[in-house]
């Protein structure tokens, strides 16, 4: 979803972003507020929310996930 006001230069952005992992598949939704020059041509600020602790749950499965995959190989003696 786009919302934009060019009387105010500013547009908001909602959207969901998804990423393919070595935990599997992910997906999380994300807000971007943006705003411009007098010319509407430069980005002047970029604020942007998102869900802190999904993300950080995703980096700790993506880390256990990795962690998890260097000590099969390691019992396999791929990891020299």
């Not at 919302?3 to 992910?26: F, M, N």
């Not at 602790?53 to 980096?59: A, G, R, S, W």
């Amino acid at each position: 979803m786009l919302s934009h006001d060019a009387e105010t230069r500013r547009a908001t952005i909602l959207c969901t972003v998804g990423a393919q992992t070595s935990a599997g598949p992910k997906e999380w939704e994300l807000v971007q507020m943006l705003s411009f020059d007098e010319t509407g041509e430069r980005l002047t600020r970029l604020d942007e929310f998102f869900d802190s602790k999904f993300y950080l749950e995703m980096v700790a499965q993506i880390h256990e996930k990795g962690e998890r995959v260097e000590e099969r190989k390691e019992r396999e003696g791929e990891g020299r």
